[in-house]
Each structure stands twice: as structure tokens, then as C-alpha cells.
Nanobody, 127 residues
Framework: QVQVVESGGGLAQAGGSLRLSCTAS????????MGWFRQAPGKEREGVSC????????YYPDSAKGRFTISRDNAKKTLVLQMNSLTPEDTAMYYC????????????????????WGQGTLVTVSS
């Protein structure tokens, strides 16, 4: 059984930083493209960062470029999202996703029916 577990959410002040972590079990971690998605109240889920199975390429939407950094350690089966320069607009539930659809060179990233999702970790940024 596949389990995806996030940690590291919490409260931060605007301009601050948070580090999210994700572990996955029940599958071969290194086989899959992975990512972080978020959903704010009343909004659709959106991708904020993805990484190829090897870690060789990444995807960031404009809202995350220059502020968020995704990384993975396949040996430790860990995915990390470092978030800096946080703003209140970053407030959302953040989800780790395993087996995302990932465009060549990081051109796009999306969840699909076969994506495995964690339960989410809440990030709240105060102004």
C-alpha cells in the first residue's frame, strides 16, 4: 500500500521561510516524478513545484520562481520544498504528489488519476 506523508507546515510571517518534507513508502521512490501542489480555500489545486525522477529537472510556475526550491534525495526517499519570501497569498494546504505527469524539461506538471497524494500540510502566512 502506497503511503505519502507530508510534514513541516505551520505558521510563518510574511517574508519568512518554511521547509516542507515528504516521504513515500510502498513504491520505488526513485521511479517517479514528484511535486508539490497547493489549494487555498475557494480555489483550485495548483502545482507549485515539481521535479523529475532523477532530480535533473524542475518545474516552477511564475508564482514560485525565485522563492521556492524543490529537491529530492532518492536514497532517503525524501522530497523537500524550501519556501522563502513567503506572502499571505501562499497560505494554503500543501500536498505532496507522487507519479505526476511531467513535461520534458519541466515545461509543465500536473496531477493525473494515477497520482498518489498525501493528506496535506497547512501553511499559513500572516501579514
Amino acid at each position: 500500500q502506497v503511503q505519502v506523508v507530508e510534514s513541516g507546515g505551520g505558521l510563518a510571517q510574511a517574508g519568512g521561510s518554511l521547509r516542507l518534507s515528504c516521504t513515500a513508502s510502498g513504491l520505488t521512490f526513485a521511479d517517479y516524478n514528484m511535486g508539490w501542489f497547493r489549494q487555498a480555500p475557494g480555489k483550485e489545486r495548483e502545482g507549485v513545484s515539481c521535479i523529475s525522477w532523477s532530480g535533473g529537472s524542475t518545474y516552477y510556475p511564475d508564482s514560485a520562481k525565485g522563492r521556492f526550491t524543490i529537491s529530492r534525495d532518492n536514497a532517503k526517499k525524501t522530497l523537500v520544498l524550501q519556501m522563502n519570501s513567503l506572502t499571505p497569498e501562499d497560505t494554503a494546504m500543501y500536498y505532496c504528489a507522487v507519479k505526476v505527469q511531467y513535461g520534458d524539461g519541466g515545461s509543465f506538471c500536473r496531477g493525473v488519476l494515477s497520482t498518489y497524494w498525501g493528506q496535506g500540510t497547512l501553511v499559513t502566512v500572516s501579514s
